[in-house]
């Protein structure tokens, strides 16, 4: 019953920036936990950013700095500004909660080229 559609992935060069966005049915989404997770090829998917139901963030390291996520209770959507992008960031980006409910959505690509 919970759904989670990411769209926003494009090609960008190095340096480039992105902003992919989700989103997410389910009535508790407001009071959950949501995060920004990224499988690159040949690689286990991974938690890249976090926020709480409160606005509180975290980072991965390798994106601290650089990417921001953000949320909007009102519209169940959740976003990711991603700045100063680097070729190690081609991945395909999904959102879920933190920690993720047993749903996947078809992920956005992001193509950062060299």
């Known amino acids: 019953q919970v759904q989670f559609v990411e769209s926003g992935g494009d090609l960008v060069q190095p340096g480039g920036s992105l902003r992919v966005s989700c989103a997410a049915s389910g009535s508790i989404f407001s009071i959950y936990p949501m995060g920004w997770y990224r499988q690159a090829p040949g690689k286990q998917r991974e938690l890249v950013a976090a926020?709480?139901?409160?606005?509180?963030?975290d980072y991965a390291d390798s994106v601290k700095g650089r990417f921001t996520i953000s949320r909007d209770n009102a519209k169940n959507m959740l976003y990711l500004r991603m700045n100063s992008l680097k070729p190690e960031d081609t991945a395909v980006y999904y959102c879920?909660?933190?920690?993720?409910?047993?749903?996947w959505g078809p992920g956005t690509q992001v193509t950062v080229s060299s």
């Open positions: 926020i709480t139901d409160g606005g509180s963030t």
């Open positions: 879920n909660a933190d920690p993720p409910y047993d749903h």
